[in-house]
């Protein structure tokens, strides 16, 4: 059973940054890709990111690409989220989730995710 954790989420001012983590236990050696999702009040759950374990192919949001990078460290099991130029409008619940094998639903539907971590919150204040 694979488990995901989050961490890193806080408060920070507008313009700052936040590494998010998520440590996955129980994986496998073929899971294929991680991906961050978040969702704020009110708003359905979104795309924001994903890399591919095996070469770290990354896919981004358009409104967070050149602001949020993606990272892998294989050893560690561990994938990480570093945004910078953080705006009010980031301010929500991060989810990382682990996509098992390869899916045609492709890396920005959440449907094509089978385990989820628990969140954490971003804080973004203006």
């Known amino acids: 059973q694979v488990q995901l954790v989050e961490s890193g989420g806080g408060l920070v001012q507008a313009g700052g940054s936040l590494r998010l983590s998520c440590a996955a236990s129980g994986r496998t050696f073929s899971s294929y890709a991680m991906g961050w999702f978040r969702q704020s009040p009110g708003k359905e759950r979104e795309f924001v990111g994903a890399?591919?374990?095996?070469?770290?192919?990354?896919n981004y949001k358009d409104s967070v690409k050149g602001r949020f990078t993606i990272s892998r460290d294989n050893a560690k099991n561990t994938v990480y989220l570093q945004m910078n130029s953080l705006k009010p409008e980031d301010t929500a619940v991060y989810y990382c989730a682990e996509m098992s094998y390869y899916r045609p639903t492709g890396y920005s539907v959440a449907e094509s995710y089978d385990y989820w971590g628990q969140g954490t919150q971003v804080t973004v204040s203006s």
């Open positions: 890399i591919t374990w095996s070469i770290g192919r990354t």
